[in-house]
């Protein structure tokens, strides 16, 4: 954790809230990318973020030989926790690093508790494993397409 963040939490912010007396300011920096010398634009703001997807992709919170129903019900009631949650989906990849072997996707009822449950999840730590979490392309997610250049299997538990 870095200086800057036990500085914030000293005086009450808490990871996931905005900063700013009500929590109402930002919960997402703001990301660059160098144009040429000096200069930069921003590619993406919490603005933006906040209307991309209902769906959320989480990626090694768990092994392979480690995925049981109570997964579901697990990752499940800790997103309700942040907002309500239309479905619960766990796929594996083949062929691909362990860390990105499973893929739980979460699909929740607005966009802005999506936006609001990534900025939760990402960087947190579950049984050891640093998990990743970020928005999901929601065209893809509807017709199947959980990742465009892998073959998936369903888990059937």
């Not at 300011?25 to 000096?38: D, H, Y």
């Not at 239309?86 to 996707?105: C, G, H, M, N, W």
Request: charged share 25%; proline share 2%.
């Amino acid at each position: 954790m870095g200086m800057v963040v036990k500085m914030m939490q000293k005086q009450g912010w808490k990871v996931g809230s905005g900063l700013g007396k009500s929590g109402q300011g930002m919960t997402t920096p703001l990301i660059f990318k160098k144009t040429s010398g000096n200069t930069a634009v921003i590619v993406n703001s919490s603005l933006e973020m906040r209307r991309v997807s209902r769906v959320m992709l989480l990626t090694n919170v768990v092994a392979p030989a480690d995925v049981d129903e109570g997964l579901y019900d697990e990752v499940g009631a800790e997103c309700s926790e942040h907002g309500r949650v239309k479905s619960v989906q766990i796929f594996t990849l083949d062929d691909v690093p362990e860390d990105q072997a499973v893929r739980i996707f979460v699909e929740f009822e607005s966009k802005d508790v999506a936006a609001r449950v990534v900025e939760v999840f990402n960087g947190r730590f579950f049984d050891g494993r640093l998990v990743s979490a970020r928005l999901y392309d929601e065209a893809s997610f509807y017709n199947g397409k959980y990742d465009l250049y892998k073959k998936l299997s369903l888990i059937h538990i």
